[in-house]
C-alpha cells in the first residue's frame, strides 16, 4: 500500500508467472465472480479507471485471471476462468 510505484511492481509481477495472485472481489459490483470481475477490468481499461478496475484490466491484459485466487466475504470463491 506505500508502494509509490505500484503500477510497475504490479506489472512486473503480472509479468512472472510464479507470482501468486489473490484478488478480494468485496464491493465489485456484478451477480457473479465472473460479472465482477469482467466489469471491473474493462473499466480498467479506460481513461480515469479507479486503481482497483485498473489492477482487474491489467491482469486481464496479462491473461492472468485464470491463475487468480478470488475471494468474497473472506472466502475462497472458485475461479470462473479455470
Known sequence: MGDANWQTTLQT????????????LDGAS???????????????LT??????NWEMGQIYQAGRQG??????GGQVVPNPFR
Not at 509481477?13 to 478480494?24: F, K
Not at 481513461?47 to 482497483?52: D, E, L, R, V, Y
Request: charged share 5%.
Open 67 to 72: 491463475s487468480v485466487t478470488f475471494m468474497q
Open 13 to 24: 509481477a503480472l509479468g512472472d508467472s510464479s507470482t501468486r495472485i489473490t484478488v478480494s
Open 47 to 52: 481513461p480515469g479507471a479507479t486503481p482497483f
Open 30 to 44: 456484478g451477480a457473479t465472480p465472473y460479472s465482477q470481475f469482467m466489469s471491473a477490468a474493462q473499466q480498467g
